[in-house]
Nanobody
């Protein structure tokens, strides 16, 4: 069974930084593309960033471009999202997701999801 576990969420002040992590279940899934999505109460789940396990290709939502960085550690089967210059509107539950093959920007294209980690930005 594919398992994804997020960690690293918390409460931070506006302008601060936070790094969230997503640990995958095993090396057999190292070829899966990974994505970060977020969802605030009453809102649709939105794309944040994505990365391919091989090749280092990345994509970002316009709202986080220049502030967030997605990265990977293949040996640890872990994907990270470094969030800098955080804003109150970044407050949401952050989810990681995985799919076989190339990464995509659409939540519906991902097959596996973690349970999420809460990020709250206060002002």
């Amino acid at each position: 069974q594919v398992q994804l576990v997020e960690s690293g969420g918390g409460l931070v002040q506006a302008g601060g930084s936070l790094r969230v992590s997503c640990a995958g279940s095993g090396r057999i899934f190292s070829s899966y593309a990974m994505g970060w999505f977020r969802q605030a109460p009453g809102k649709e789940r939105e794309f944040v960033a994505a990365i391919s396990w091989s090749g280092g290709s990345t994509a970002y939502a316009d709202s986080v471009k220049g502030r967030f960085t997605i990265s990977r550690d293949s040996a640890k089967n872990t994907v990270y999202l470094q969030m800098n210059s955080l804003k109150p509107e970044d407050t949401a539950v952050y989810y990681c997701a995985a799919r076989p093959g190339i990464y995509m920007r659409y939540a519906s294209s991902y097959d596996f999801w973690g349970q999420g980690t809460q990020v709250t930005v206060s002002s």
